[in-house]
């Protein structure tokens, strides 16, 4: 059973409304849900009300101040709702997009001073042509802070972030969105559960991948918003694990699988699942891999669409008594040439989400096929050994 986390009707409403209406929307809606009545997503029914999770532990009164991060002069034509009153807004400087443009670029930002640093939700607003971006937490570098809003070189490549990562300064992860997502798309984890974030010395950092499909020029907006709660509200701390296959290759004018399989280095318990993968994907699935090779599937996604992918158990799933994590990808190539992992025609097949307890964190990834063309075996990089309070 999952709940999935694509904004519904009624927060989507909020791209085009004023702050007030907005909060009508979304926080405002608390009344009952008539007695036994399901309430209509996003809403959830909490102590016989309808209320939005995303603003749960959400105080009545502003809690952090000037708690909104820009640079330069940002006229937006969203109109959104006010920013977490406990928590804090990131906005993205709006990038004019030209029809067919596919554009790679690094955003940075301090962060603002906070009151609670446990994030329960988080949500994307863009016009479009967002393609995808994974917004990090990560270490100043050697020199100083990035220029925002530019980041200094490497910040938003977590293999750069290694020597980090082994020292035990492992960065955070505070939203990865679905391929092309129209609209806006949230995460909002289960009551109890949020990841802890490191603003001391840090930053915040992404490689955004912008692709204008249209054949309009036209600017894409993007505003991230990130709802912190007090720690006495935590109940499960989660962390981000991912696994990056780059070592495959589909060979023209065919229909192929890119798998990889790795090792769990201990038991956890994955809370949510996100594929990224492109236009070409058919299928995207998940399995857990037990020492006898039997196997049981906990993830199925279909063929590429621009709606949310994201999914949050209801029940987190564990992984006790498994040995292996696979997961792959069906890809159908249309194309006169081979298709390997990368942007532009190409495909990618990644597998991104949270889990518990943080001693079990791990990243895995397959490098580039080498000289006889296979790919290297999977390396599983136990993250959760290494982390420092």
Same mark, same amino acid.
């Given at each position: 059973?999952?709940?999935?986390?694509?904004?519904?009707?009624?927060? #989507?409403?909020?791209?085009?409304?004023?702050?007030?209406?907005? !909060? =009508?929307?979304?926080?405002?809606?608390?009344?009952?849900?008539?007695?036994?009545?399901?309430?209509?997503?996003?809403?959830?029914t909490?102590?016989?009300?309808?209320?939005?999770?995303?603003?749960?532990?959400?105080?009545?009164? $502003?809690?952090?101040?000037?708690?909104?991060?820009?640079?330069?002069?940002?006229?937006?034509?969203?109109? #959104?709702?006010d920013?977490? =009153?406990?928590?804090?807004?990131?906005?993205?400087?709006?990038?004019?997009?030209?029809?067919?443009? &596919? +554009?790679?670029?690094?955003?940075?930002?301090?962060?603002?001073?906070?009151?609670n640093?446990?994030?329960?939700?988080?949500?994307?607003?863009?016009?479009?042509?967002?393609?995808?971006?994974?917004?990090?937490?990560?270490p100043?570098?050697?020199?100083?802070?990035?220029?925002?809003?530019?980041?200094?070189?490497?910040?938003?490549?977590?293999?750069?972030?290694?020597?980090?990562? #082994?020292?035990?300064?492992?960065?955070?992860?505070?939203?990865?969105?679905?391929?092309?997502? $129209?609209?806006? !798309?949230?995460?909002?984890?289960?009551?109890?559960?949020?990841?802890?974030?490191?603003t001391?010395?840090? !930053?915040?950092?992404?490689?955004?991948?912008?692709?204008?499909?249209?054949?309009?020029?036209?600017?894409?907006?993007?505003?991230?918003d990130?709802?912190?709660?007090? @720690? !006495? @509200?935590? &109940?499960?701390? +989660?962390?981000?694990?991912?696994? &990056?296959?780059?070592?495959?290759? +589909?060979?023209? $004018?065919?229909?192929?699988?890119?798998?990889? *399989?790795?090792?769990?280095?201990?038991p956890?318990?994955?809370?949510?699942?996100?594929p990224? *993968?492109?236009?070409?994907?058919?299928?995207?699935?998940?399995?857990?891999?037990?020492?006898? @090779?039997?196997? &049981?599937?906990?993830?199925?996604?279909?063929?590429?669409? *621009?709606?949310?992918?994201?999914?949050?158990?209801?029940?987190?799933?564990? *992984?006790?008594?498994?040995?292996?994590?696979?997961?792959?990808? $069906?890809?159908t190539?249309?194309?006169?040439?081979?298709?390997?992992?990368?942007?532009?025609?190409?495909?990618?097949?990644?597998?991104?989400?949270y889990?518990?307890?943080?001693?079990?964190?791990?990243?895995?990834?397959?490098? =580039?096929?080498?000289?006889?063309?296979?790919p290297?075996?999977?390396?599983?990089?136990?993250?959760?050994?290494?982390?420092?309070?």
């Amino acid at each position: 059973m999952r709940i999935s986390s694509t904004f519904a009707s009624v927060a #989507l409403l909020c791209i085009a409304c004023g702050s007030n209406d907005a !909060e =009508k929307a979304t926080a405002g809606n608390t009344g009952s849900d008539g007695g036994g009545g399901a309430c209509s997503p996003p809403l959830v029914t909490e102590n016989g009300a309808c209320i939005d999770p995303l603003r749960r532990f959400e105080p009545k009164e $502003q809690l952090d101040q000037d708690n909104v991060v820009s640079y330069g002069d940002v006229a937006l034509t969203m109109k #959104l709702p006010d920013p977490p =009153k406990s928590g804090f807004r990131l906005i993205v400087p709006p990038r004019v997009l030209q029809p067919g443009d &596919e +554009i790679e670029d690094c955003s940075a930002w301090a962060y603002p001073a906070l009151t609670n640093r446990n994030v329960y939700a988080a949500r994307v607003y863009t016009t479009g042509g967002l393609h995808h971006s994974n917004m990090y937490g990560v270490p100043l570098p050697a020199s100083g802070a990035s220029p925002y809003p530019a980041c200094a070189a490497g910040q938003a490549d977590v293999f750069s972030q290694v020597p980090n990562i #082994l020292k035990g300064d492992i960065m955070d992860v505070l939203f990865a969105n679905s391929t092309q997502i $129209q609209g806006g !798309e949230q995460i909002v984890f289960p009551k109890g559960m949020a990841f802890k974030l490191k603003t001391e010395g840090r !930053e915040v950092a992404t490689t955004i991948h912008w692709l204008n499909t249209t054949a309009d020029t036209f600017t894409s907006e993007v505003v991230y918003d990130f709802f912190t709660m007090p @720690d !006495e @509200d935590v &109940e499960t701390e +989660i962390v981000p694990f991912v696994f &990056e296959n780059q070592g495959f290759t +589909i060979p023209a $004018q065919s229909e192929g699988t890119i798998s990889m *399989t790795c090792d769990l280095t201990r038991p956890a318990n994955i809370v949510s699942i996100m594929p990224h *993968t492109h236009s070409r994907a058919t299928a995207f699935d998940v399995d857990l891999v037990r020492s006898d @090779d039997t196997t &049981e599937r906990i993830f199925h996604d279909g063929t590429f669409d *621009t709606k949310s992918d994201i999914e949050v158990f209801d029940t987190a799933v564990s *992984t006790e008594g498994f040995a292996k994590i696979h997961h792959e990808c $069906q890809v159908t190539n249309d194309l006169s040439k081979p298709i390997v992992w990368g942007i532009g025609q190409n495909e990618m097949c990644t597998l991104f989400g949270y889990l518990y307890p943080p001693s079990s964190q791990l990243l895995g990834y397959v490098g =580039k096929p080498g000289a006889d063309g296979q790919p290297p075996a999977c390396i599983t990089l136990d993250i959760g050994s290494h982390r420092t309070p």
